[in-house]
């Protein structure tokens, strides 16, 4: 069983990336961190530190005992909040492009397999976890651009992942169907389910992804 957290410990989990979980600190922090089972060190380079299930359900309690003392509404948790956020296209002030931003990417997506690996019963990492059925639109966001597909800008031009009433689902548009059917393979191989759909009214053509459990 993992020992409890100290108050400094905590403030480093609390401070985690939202979407990776990934975790910044002192080497001796996040040395602690693992001993008491509530991060990982990943073993590829650059070797980040990541959350493991344990952790996120310490900083989960933690955003829970906030909003119980809070007595205002919780506002929604911005989609661009934190060190890094998966583009989910047509972002105002997206982040610079650049071998960081790929750097950045690939290491979220790598702990996100590792995710999956620690967190899906069999340990697969060819499908959806938990946490990315929890968080639809930014995990689909994610495996679309760690595959290196573009989001689209503020004029448009690129993919955007959109929530839906679909339960369990999400909305991917393009500009065009070669820019769908890209993205609908890249999130087959991603472990998801998708369909290709036609809305009624604008007769604009859009994916509707969802991730796979077997």
Not at 3 to 8: L, S
Not at 117 to 140: F, I, Q
Not at 146 to 165: E, K, W
Request: with cysteine; hydrophobic share 35%.
């Amino acid at each position: 069983m993992a020992r409890p957290a100290t108050a400094a410990q905590r403030r480093v989990i609390e401070g985690a990336d939202p979407v990776t979980g990934r975790l910044k600190g002192t080497e001796a922090q996040l040395a602690a961190l693992v001993k008491r089972g509530l991060a990982f060190r990943h073993p590829r380079p650059p070797h980040d530190h990541f959350l493991t299930p344990a952790g996120h359900r310490v900083r989960e309690a933690a955003g829970q005992e906030d909003a119980a003392r809070s007595e205002e509404p919780q506002a929604p948790e911005p989609a661009d909040r934190g060190p890094f956020a998966a583009r989910v296209g047509g972002e105002e002030d997206a982040a610079a492009d650049g071998a960081a931003r790929r750097r950045e990417v690939q290491s979220a997506w790598q702990g996100l397999l590792e995710l999956r690996r620690m967190t899906n019963a069999d340990g697969a990492t060819d499908r959806p976890c938990g946490w990315e059925r929890a968080h639809l639109v930014r995990a689909a966001a994610l495996a679309l651009e760690a595959a290196g597909h573009r989001p689209a800008g503020p004029d448009g031009d690129g993919y955007r992942v959109r929530a839906t009433p679909q339960p369990d689902s999400v909305g991917v548009h393009g500009p065009d169907g070669a820019t769908l059917r890209a993205c609908a393979a890249t999130l087959e191989r991603a472990g998801w389910q998708v369909g290709e759909y036609t809305e009624p009214r604008s007769r604009e053509r859009y994916l509707l992804a969802s991730p796979r459990r077997v």
